[in-house]
């Protein structure tokens, strides 16, 4: 398809479609200053996954684990959602069928939701399904007890955030490497994949599995898949129809 008749193509498919399936990842966030993981600037560029963000790094060193992590909530937390977390939960609040699942643990799509529906609105509809968890929230390692977030002191192992219920170390409520995902959200997004007519992909390189299966699967069951971003993805193969650039660009136009 040539790149002008692409952005007619990606909104009929999303128009003819009664449920749609939308899959974002770090790219839609890139455009409100959070770092995307892989590419020029990614987040690991600079850090290893490996030392920061696994079971095997948190017990070797908790307290460098929630230094990072206390870094990445102070700069992710300063963040504000862009054009395109706007547009989208806007979108989806206006119309039925539609079920956002995303990789980020940024919580923008959320803050989106509620800033969409405005005060006494119902954001829920617009909220995402999460995959790999939230920053905002931390679990207990030894108790099911999980929580919002609080300041991290990281000084040591002694002042790090402990669990009110039973004393045990608390932890960041993101998915690490080796773990499984979370069971709920995972069977939630499958299915939507399995029933759609449309799959819109945001702002992903479609690298990390289990995740990226979702939109496999919303393909194997006959969605057409639409792909906004700016680089080459894992998706481009299976794409019907790409839309490259950024998102904060591209989303407000193609859900007007
Ligand atoms: P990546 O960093 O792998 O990919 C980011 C994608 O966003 C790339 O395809 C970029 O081209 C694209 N991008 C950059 N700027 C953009 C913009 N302005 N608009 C739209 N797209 C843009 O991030 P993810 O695919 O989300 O997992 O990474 C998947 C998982 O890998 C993350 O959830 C995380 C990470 O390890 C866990 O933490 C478990």
Same mark, same amino acid.
């Given at each position: 398809?040539?790149?002008?008749?692409?952005?007619?193509?990606? %909104?009929?498919?999303? +128009?003819?479609?009664?449920?749609?399936?939308?899959?974002?990842?770090?790219?839609?966030?890139?455009?409100?200053?959070?770092?995307?993981?892989?590419?020029?600037?990614?987040?690991?560029?600079?850090?290893?996954?490996?030392? !920061?963000?696994?079971?095997?790094?948190?017990?070797? #060193?908790?307290?460098?684990?929630?230094?990072?992590?206390?870094?990445?909530?102070?700069?992710?937390?300063?963040?504000?959602?862009?054009?395109?977390?706007?547009? !989208?939960? +806007?979108?989806?609040?206006?119309?039925?069928?539609?079920?956002?699942?995303?990789?980020?643990?940024? #919580?923008?799509?959320?803050?989106?939701?509620?800033?969409?529906?405005?005060?006494?609105?119902?954001? +829920?509809?617009?909220?995402?399904?999460?995959?790999?968890?939230? !920053?905002?929230?931390?679990?207990?390692?030894?108790?099911?007890? %999980?929580?919002?977030?609080?300041?991290?002191?990281?000084?040591?192992?002694?002042?790090?955030?402990?669990?009110?219920?039973?004393?045990?170390?608390?932890?960041?409520?993101?998915?690490?490497?080796?773990?499984?995902?979370?069971?709920?959200?995972?069977?939630?997004?499958?299915?939507?994949?399995?029933?759609?007519?449309?799959?819109?992909?945001?702002?992903?390189?479609?690298?990390?599995?289990?995740?990226? *299966?979702?939109?496999?699967?919303?393909?194997?069951? *006959?969605?057409?898949?639409?792909?906004?971003?700016? *680089?080459?993805?894992?998706?481009?193969?299976?794409?019907?129809?790409? !839309?490259?650039?950024?998102? *904060?660009?591209?989303?407000?136009?193609?859900?007007?």
């Amino acid at each position: 398809m040539n790149s002008s008749a692409a952005p007619a193509a990606a %909104r009929e498919a999303l +128009r003819r479609a009664v449920r749609v399936v939308v899959f974002t990842g770090a790219g839609i966030s890139a455009e409100s200053g959070v770092p995307t993981f892989r590419g020029a600037g990614g987040l690991w560029k600079t850090f290893k996954a490996e030392d !920061l963000a696994s079971p095997t790094a948190f017990g070797r #060193d908790p307290r460098l684990v929630w230094e990072w992590y206390a870094w990445r909530r102070e700069t992710v937390g300063g963040c504000r959602p862009n054009a395109a977390h706007l547009a !989208l939960a +806007r979108w989806i609040l206006g119309r039925a069928g539609v079920t956002l699942v995303s990789q980020n643990v940024d #919580d923008l799509h959320e803050r989106a939701a509620r800033e969409a529906a405005g005060e006494g609105g119902d954001a +829920r509809r617009a909220e995402p399904l999460k995959l790999h968890g939230s !920053l905002f929230h931390d679990h207990c390692t030894r108790c099911p007890h %999980r929580q919002a977030s609080s300041p991290v002191d990281a000084a040591s192992v002694a002042t790090l955030p402990h669990c009110p219920e039973c004393g045990g170390l608390m932890r960041p409520d993101v998915v690490w490497f080796g773990e499984m995902l979370p069971a709920r959200p995972v069977e939630a997004a499958f299915a939507a994949a399995a029933e759609a007519e449309a799959c819109l992909v945001i702002g992903t390189t479609g690298a990390v599995y289990p995740a990226a *299966g979702v939109v496999h699967t919303a393909k194997a069951s *006959g969605a057409r898949v639409v792909v906004v971003d700016p *680089g080459e993805t894992e998706f481009d193969a299976l794409a019907d129809v790409r !839309l490259v650039g950024p998102a *904060g660009e591209i989303v407000p136009t193609l859900l007007k």
